[in-house]
């Protein structure tokens, strides 16, 4: 039998690329053969995670975003193909958080929070998604979040559940808009996950008493588990599911 979730000779563009969840998902998909296009905003970041995947024997190459600007956006997806000539597999991961009472949150803050984790995320998928469906073919994962689906407690954070919220129904929207012509579009919601972000939360003990009495499996997961679950939806392993939300949370919505 094939092996299924083998991605040699595909290319997987993969937004906010230069660390945490995004940098593994990046060295996942390429130990399972694929030429990486890392996006990020930060160049210095962007630069490390291409050349770690160069290392492991996979093509790959940086290029700078700001997922904000449209324009932007299908100004990344001419260089990818310039560089790669085509794109298989795209994962929105960029995204942003900020714990902050509802009635506290500024218009700024707001916009920027809806600005990266969907509008962003639209931008990737609409200009990449032109690209998949004159191909026929193409799978998009979107990571969105548990706090798509529940409220998460004890922190404030309406915004980043509104986006992620978003992310899921966008998700399922697009899947059932493209299916039919050969494009998969599926979303990974994780738990907390053993990111820089999550630490910081983690250091408040109030926060870090709730998360892990929240979690049935009783503790933060692994960046190396979310990217499993991504390179399952990117490969042909996942060949029936699209428009899939799959939670990796240790169990959190369970209750």
Request: charged share 20%; glycine share 10%.
């Amino acid at each position: 039998m094939d092996n299924l979730f083998d991605l040699r000779d595909r290319v997987a563009l993969i937004t906010g690329a230069g660390r945490g969840i995004g940098r593994e998902i990046a060295r996942t998909l390429a130990r399972a053969g694929a030429g990486i296009a890392v996006a990020e905003l930060d160049a210095e970041t962007g630069r490390e995670a291409a050349k770690e995947i160069e290392g492991l024997g996979r093509k790959a190459a940086f290029f700078q975003v700001d997922v904000r600007d449209s324009a932007n956006v299908d100004s990344l997806a001419e260089r990818v193909l310039k560089r790669f000539g085509h794109i298989d597999i795209l994962v929105n991961n960029a995204g942003v958080a900020f714990n902050t009472p509802a009635e506290a949150t500024s218009d700024e803050e707001w916009r920027q929070v809806m600005e990266v984790n969907l509008n962003g995320l639209f931008w990737c998928c609409r200009t990449v998604g032109k690209h998949m469906l004159e191909r026929g073919k193409g799978a998009i994962v979107n990571i969105a979040s548990m706090s798509g689906v529940v409220v998460n407690k004890p922190q404030p954070q309406a915004h980043y559940n509104a986006s992620k919220a978003g992310v899921i129904m966008l998700s399922k929207s697009l899947a059932a808009e493209w299916a039919s012509r050969g494009v998969r579009v599926n979303a990974v919601s994780p738990g907390y996950i053993g990111t820089e972000l999550t630490r910081r939360g983690m250091s408040n003990p109030e926060w870090h008493k709730a998360w892990l009495e929240l979690t049935p499996l009783g503790r933060v997961g692994e960046l190396s588990e979310i990217a499993h679950a991504v390179w399952y939806l990117a490969s042909d392993a996942a060949s029936f599911a699209t428009g899939t939300n799959l939670v990796v949370d240790g169990g959190y919505t369970c209750w």
